[in-house]
């Protein structure tokens, strides 16, 4: 229970800091914002790793296909953020 | 490593991430930001891989190697037109990510206790949700014809039962733990839940439906935190499903409609006035030399942007026009609707990559008082955003909706192929107004006549 308490503890304030910080992000960059915070989700990655060593086929072929995916989704996610970014200029 | 050494590596890559969205508030340290977010992504990955005991080395590089190769792919081929389904995409791909780990996790006897298996039950929710709902975003984006119109009768209540069946799938897990086979039917009925969430949704409601699977996709990751008691997680995913909440606000309020209304409504366009009504031999058009000959003899033009442009992938001809113009002397500015686009700041991605200086592109709230003092306000391939109709406070779809007020412009030219509706299906009386000029062209063709007529004026 206290695992649990601590780990919502941690979350409350997080979302907190999130929405505090990411307000102040101007329309026109919330494009790159989405696609950013699209990679960032691909945190699943370090989950999938966690579990990759607990032995097992079906563990094997799962934490595969999760770190497949969570890879895309990082390396996809702030490849196009910098594009996008470094286009931005200024007249 | 020590595990408080990999905690404390977890709690640095956490510091990057914050630090990379604070930076984001501003065009110019944006980038940077970018880079310490990856960075702090990096080390995660890093550390996460050296801790964990034996892993199969062979078969996590090969699929770290796999993902890696299929995202500088994905990332470096996607044309800027493309972003938002390539957001939809990526965001699918984190969902499923978060499903699959919520399930070995449940397999590998890992999720013991109850609020671990809650989680991990949610997590296969969530992370379904995301992944059905974003692929289904995708091909809605890229305009897959069998995903057109599909709104089944009692859409409503077909959602909430499969809602409440996914959630009610998890009661045997808790029971008689782990359940396994209950994790993975709960998790398929919320897939086909996620199908029939987004299929439904309409183009112009697209932006909202982007940032709700992206917050999504942030619950699933930081649910999964929960599961596997990992406080980085934890983190990164809230962060993402506070960006993801903040715009599907911004989006909601832009349109004046609620989230729920969004999701589950449809649009009633059977009470507006009928098109013959509105444009019955008012509107007036005029060809591209005409139109050249009025802006050649502009002060200020203010253009607006809409799907429209990039659908036509016009963006570069509406580059040339303005040089062309700032070259008079004219002074050219860009006003951007919230919601013009298929995601938020579609248009300022577009515009940014014809190297136009974000500084030129004002925000609605920013320019609208600027209309009154403008020549000609060009509106490119742009409807809804710019109907004057929504300013009556009720008895239409858009009513309440903020718009642009590029009609109190002295003319207004409006490139467009036809006058048919845009998405909320009714006529727009911005068409028949006197100081209205219709410029019957798909946008890139349209912009780039225009701006030859213009080189002749």
Same mark, same amino acid.
């Given at each position: 229970?206290?695992?649990?308490?601590?780990?919502?503890?941690?979350?409350?304030?997080?979302?907190?800091?999130?929405?505090?910080?990411?307000?102040?992000?101007?329309?026109?960059?919330?494009?790159?914002?989405?696609?950013?915070?699209?990679?960032?989700?691909?945190?699943?990655?370090?989950?999938?790793?966690?579990?990759?060593?607990?032995?097992?086929?079906?563990?094997?072929?799962?934490?595969?296909?999760?770190?497949?995916?969570?890879?895309?989704?990082?390396?996809?996610?702030?490849?196009?953020?910098?594009?996008?970014?470094?286009?931005?200029?200024?007249? | 490593?020590?595990?408080?050494a990999v905690n404390l590596t977890y709690l640095i890559a956490a510091v990057c991430f914050i630090v990379a969205f604070k930076m984001m508030s501003s065009p110019r340290s944006a980038a940077r930001g970018n880079t310490i977010s990856s960075f702090g992504m990096l080390l995660a990955i890093v550390v996460t891989v050296f801790h964990t005991e034996?892993?199969?080395?062979?078969?996590?590089?090969?699929?770290?190697?796999?993902?890696?190769?299929?995202?500088?792919?994905?990332?470096?081929?996607?044309?800027?037109?493309?972003?938002?389904?390539?957001?939809?995409? #990526?965001?699918?791909?984190?969902?499923?990510?978060?499903?699959?780990?919520?399930?070995?996790?449940?397999?590998?006897?890992?999720?013991?206790?109850?609020?671990?298996?809650?989680?991990?039950?949610?997590?296969?929710?969530?992370?379904?949700?995301?992944?059905?709902?974003?692929?289904?975003?995708?091909?809605?984006?890229?305009?897959?014809?069998?995903?057109?119109?599909?709104?089944?009768?009692?859409?409503?209540?077909?959602?909430?039962?499969?809602?409440?069946?996914?959630?009610?799938?998890?009661?045997?897990?808790?029971?008689?733990?782990?359940?396994?086979?209950?994790?993975?039917?709960?998790?398929?009925?919320?897939?086909?839940?996620?199908?029939?969430?987004?299929?439904?949704?309409?183009?112009?409601?697209?932006?909202?439906?982007?940032?709700?699977?992206?917050?999504?996709?942030?619950?699933?990751?930081?649910?999964?935190?929960?599961?596997?008691?990992?406080?980085? #997680?934890?983190?990164?995913?809230?962060?993402?499903g506070a960006s993801g909440l903040i715009l599907t606000q911004i989006m909601c309020k832009a349109m004046n409609r609620s989230m729920a209304n969004v999701i589950l409504g449809a649009m009633d366009a059977s009470t507006a006035a009928k098109a013959d009504d509105v444009y019955g031999g008012k509107v007036k058009s005029a060809s591209a030399d005409?139109?050249?000959?009025?802006?050649?003899?502009?002060?200020?033009?203010?253009?607006?942007?809409?799907?429209? #442009?990039?659908?036509?992938?016009?963006?570069?001809?509406?580059?040339?026009?303005?040089?062309?113009?700032?070259?008079?002397?004219?002074?050219?500015?860009?006003?951007?609707?919230?919601?013009?686009?298929?995601?938020?700041?579609?248009?300022?991605?577009?515009?940014?990559?014809?190297?136009?200086?974000?500084?030129?592109?004002?925000?609605?709230?920013?320019?609208?008082?600027?209309?009154?003092?403008?020549?000609?306000?060009?509106?490119?391939?742009?409807?809804?955003?710019?109907?004057?109709?929504?300013?009556?406070?009720?008895?239409?779809?858009?009513?309440?909706?903020?718009?642009?007020?590029?009609?109190?412009?002295?003319?207004?030219?409006?490139?467009?192929?036809?006058?048919?509706?845009?998405?909320?299906?009714?006529?727009?009386?911005?068409?028949?107004?006197?100081?209205?000029?219709?410029?019957?062209?798909?946008?890139?063709?349209?912009?780039?006549?225009?701006?030859?007529?213009?080189?002749?004026?």
């Amino acid at each position: 229970m206290d695992q649990f308490v601590a780990a919502l503890t941690i979350f409350v304030l997080a979302v907190f800091v999130g929405f505090e910080v990411i307000r102040k992000v101007p329309p026109p960059l919330h494009t790159p914002l989405t696609s950013a915070s699209n990679a960032v989700s691909g945190i699943t990655v370090v989950g999938a790793l966690d579990l990759a060593g607990r032995g097992g086929v079906l563990v094997e072929v799962l934490t595969f296909l999760a770190i497949v995916l969570a890879m895309i989704n990082v390396v996809g996610g702030y490849g196009v953020t910098n594009r996008m970014l470094k286009m931005f200029k200024k007249g | 490593m020590s595990e408080g050494a990999v905690n404390l590596t977890y709690l640095i890559a956490a510091v990057c991430f914050i630090v990379a969205f604070k930076m984001m508030s501003s065009p110019r340290s944006a980038a940077r930001g970018n880079t310490i977010s990856s960075f702090g992504m990096l080390l995660a990955i890093v550390v996460t891989v050296f801790h964990t005991e034996s892993l199969n080395a062979t078969l996590v590089a090969s699929a770290l190697l796999l993902g890696t190769g299929i995202g500088v792919w994905l990332a470096r081929s996607t044309p800027m037109t493309g972003m938002p389904q390539m957001v939809a995409l #990526l965001n699918g791909f984190g969902g499923g990510a978060s499903l699959l780990v919520a399930g070995t996790s449940l397999h590998a006897g890992n999720a013991t206790g109850l609020q671990a298996i809650i989680a991990t039950g949610l997590s296969g929710i969530i992370g379904s949700v995301t992944f059905s709902g974003s692929l289904v975003a995708y091909g809605k984006l890229e305009e897959w014809k069998f995903l057109e119109g599909l709104r089944p009768k009692g859409h409503q209540a077909i959602v909430a039962t499969l809602f409440v069946l996914s959630v009610l799938a998890l009661l045997p897990m808790i029971v008689a733990p782990p359940g396994e086979m209950w994790f993975w039917i709960s998790s398929l009925i919320a897939s086909i839940l996620g199908v029939l969430l987004v299929v439904a949704i309409g183009g112009a409601d697209m932006p909202v439906v982007i940032c709700l699977l992206n917050s999504y996709s942030g619950l699933a990751a930081a649910t999964t935190g929960f599961v596997l008691n990992n406080s980085m #997680l934890i983190i990164a995913g809230s962060l993402v499903g506070a960006s993801g909440l903040i715009l599907t606000q911004i989006m909601c309020k832009a349109m004046n409609r609620s989230m729920a209304n969004v999701i589950l409504g449809a649009m009633d366009a059977s009470t507006a006035a009928k098109a013959d009504d509105v444009y019955g031999g008012k509107v007036k058009s005029a060809s591209a030399d005409e139109l050249g000959m009025l802006l050649a003899d502009a002060q200020n033009v203010i253009i607006v942007p809409g799907y429209g #442009l990039a659908v036509s992938q016009g963006q570069h001809a509406l580059k040339d026009l303005a040089t062309r113009l700032a070259a008079r002397g004219t002074k050219v500015t860009y006003a951007i609707h919230p919601v013009a686009g298929r995601m938020p700041g579609h248009m300022n991605v577009l515009l940014a990559e014809a190297d136009i200086p974000y500084d030129q592109v004002k925000e609605m709230d920013d320019i609208n008082p600027e209309f009154k003092e403008t020549d000609v306000a060009i509106v490119i391939g742009a409807n809804d955003i710019v109907n004057p109709i929504a300013r009556e406070p009720k008895g239409n779809p858009i009513a309440g909706m903020p718009i642009l007020d590029v009609d109190q412009a002295r003319t207004v030219i409006v490139l467009k192929r036809s006058l048919s509706p845009g998405f909320a299906g009714i006529p727009n009386p911005l068409f028949a107004l006197p100081n209205t000029l219709m410029f019957y062209a798909d946008g890139k063709k349209g912009l780039s006549d225009l701006s030859n007529a213009l080189k002749d004026a």
